[in-house]
């Protein structure tokens, strides 16, 4: 079974503190994505990755980083966290197979509060 | 990619069939269009896509109009499990991106 795991459910950080959001998945999917999701927003892509070590810039990357050293893993950084980032992070992957491609798998998200 | 419209929320009886529409007037040929169904405090998730012809699996079918200018999404059998949030998104797969645009969706509520 398909498997997108996030490291927390819940976080409750403070203004300026490093966070790290970590989203492992188990399907040797090529593609990982971070998104943010707020009420009356829907999902916003912030980071992508379609390779280990390559990444892109989303729509709103402003105040984020990422990392993917290996290719199960994609890591979403907030070097200084602010309480705008108080938000629902949510991780997908998905196959570079053609057909594949738009079949995105998602974890169940952490929710962020930053104080 | 192409924008979608899609109603703010729909109701449905339990058993009863669930048909939410979907309007995208502006795809074009190469874009495809995707459903995903995001249930309260989860992640969203994959249902169905299609391209031109009409598409099913074992939790939806896709029907989409010749003009590919509209689609509906059908639950043959909605029960309580299927209330969600529904996505309709259209977009280009392949390439670099793979990127998906979500709405606000279709929060469709089945009724028992």
């Known amino acids: 079974d398909v498997k997108v795991t996030q490291s927390s459910r819940y976080l409750v950080k403070r203004t300026g503190e490093k966070v790290f959001l970590e989203c492992v998945q188990d399907?040797?999917?090529?593609?990982m994505f971070w998104y943010r999701q707020d009420p009356g927003l829907g999902l916003r892509l912030i980071y992508f990755?379609?390779?280990?070590?390559?990444?892109e810039k989303g729509d709103i990357p402003e105040g984020y980083s990422v990392s993917r050293e290996k290719k199960e893993r994609f890591s979403l950084i907030l070097e200084s966290a602010s309480t705008n980032q108080t938000s629902m992070y949510l991780c997908?992957?998905?196959?570079?197979?053609?057909?594949?491609?738009?079949?995105?798998?998602f974890g169940p998200g952490t929710r962020l509060t930053v104080t | 990619d192409a924008k979608t419209t899609q109603p703010t929320s729909m109701d449905c009886a339990e058993g009863r069939a669930a048909n939410l529409p979907c309007n995208h007037s502006?795809?074009?040929?190469?874009?495809?269009v995707y459903w995903y169904r995001q249930i309260h405090s989860q992640g969203p998730q994959y249902i169905i896509h299609?391209?031109?012809n009409n598409e099913t699996n074992e939790m939806a079918s896709l029907i989409i109009t010749e003009d590919r200018k509209s689609s509906t999404l059908i639950l043959p059998h909605a029960t309580l499990r299927d209330t969600a949030v529904y996505y309709c998104?259209?977009?280009?797969?392949?390439?670099?991106?793979?990127?998906?645009?979500f709405g606000t969706g279709t929060l469709l509520a089945v009724q028992p």
């Open positions: 997908a992957s998905s196959s570079s197979i053609h057909r594949l491609a738009g079949e995105q798998y």
């Open positions: 998104i259209v977009s280009l797969y392949g390439g670099a991106t793979n990127k998906l645009i």
């Open positions: 990755s379609y390779d280990v070590k390559m990444k």
């Open positions: 399907m040797d999917h090529e593609n």
């Open positions: 502006t795809i074009s040929g190469n874009e495809y």
């Open positions: 299609g391209l031109k």
